[in-house]
């Protein structure tokens, strides 16, 4: 999911005209590679010592409203062309696949750390 959301970003970042569109989808595109490190370390973690490694979040999973990132002007210029408010539309799509999965994930694990990693999936904050 967060390799399909990066190509995603990426690509409508590169097809923008208007510079705070591209800003806004690389941005996006920066943030999904941050959440395919944040994975791939846990993989590893788990593949070496089948735990899930301690301490690699910025949150503590108890919630917190994120930024206004899309802003009216920015919303407006999105809006103004097609293949944006498409992605924009697909994004939040992988946004909801993402937010499920890792709730779920949540509130089915025994391993700590796993819980801690996506708990704040469960009210719709991601922390990874």
């Known amino acids: 999911m967060e390799r399909q959301g990066k190509?995603?970003?990426?690509?409508?970042?590169?097809?923008?005209d208007e510079e705070a569109v591209k800003h806004f989808f690389d941005d996006l595109a920066n943030e999904e590679a941050q959440h395919m490190n944040l994975l791939e370390a846990q993989f590893k973690s788990?593949?070496?010592?089948?735990?899930?490694?301690?301490?690699?979040?910025?949150?503590?999973?108890?919630?917190?409203?994120?930024?206004?990132i899309l802003t009216q002007d920015l919303a407006d210029k999105i809006n103004a062309a097609g293949f944006e408010a498409t992605a924009i539309t697909a994004a939040v799509s992988f946004e909801e696949k993402a937010v499920k999965?890792?709730?779920?994930?949540?509130?089915?694990?025994?391993?700590?750390?796993?819980?801690?990693?996506?708990s704040g999936c469960q009210t719709g904050n991601r922390p990874i």
């Open 46 to 68: 788990i593949m070496q010592s089948g735990k899930f490694a301690a301490g690699m979040y910025e949150t503590d999973g108890n919630g917190h409203t994120p930024p206004a």
């Open 101 to 118: 999965l890792y709730g779920e994930r949540a509130e089915t694990t025994s391993d700590p750390e796993e819980k801690s990693s996506t």
């Open 7 to 16: 190509s995603l970003y990426e690509t409508a970042r590169d097809k923008a």
